[in-house]
Nanobody
């Protein structure tokens, strides 16, 4: 059983930073977290869930959506089974529920929600203008 827990959301003023995290637990995750590609998605009210950023399991390379590139950085600490999303220069349009997701041994360059089997419960991020 895989569990992903995401603390770290909240309310922030435009231009400010926020750093949600995602901690993985469970018998399988505990031993093999480093073998999972981890990603962040977000979903705003009335919109589809969209890709934000990902970090590969094999070489640690990262990808980010154009809308957040240069502002958001994804990182991971395999010793803590945790992935982070450093969000800087936040904008009101970044307001959404942010979800972390995991997929074992995924090395692709496309990131769609259907590619990921394990999901966290989501954390609300609200950016006020």
């Amino acid at each position: 059983q895989v569990q992903l827990v995401e603390p770290g959301g909240g309310l922030v003023q435009a231009g400010g930073p926020l750093r949600p995290s995602c901690a993985a637990s469970g018998r399988t995750f505990g031993s093999y977290f480093s073998s999972y590609t981890m990603a962040w998605f977000r979903q705003a009210p009335g919109k589809e869930r969209e890709f934000v950023a990902a970090i590969l399991w094999n070489d640690g390379s990262t990808s980010a959506a154009t809308s957040v590139k240069g502002r958001f950085t994804i990182s991971r600490d395999n010793t803590k089974n945790t992935v982070y999303l450093q969000m800087n220069s936040l904008k009101p349009e970044d307001t959404a529920v942010y979800y972390c997701a995991a997929r074992l041994y995924y090395s692709g360059s496309d990131y769609y929600p259907s590619h990921f089997a394990s999901w966290g419960q989501g954390t609300q991020v609200t950016v006020s203008s």
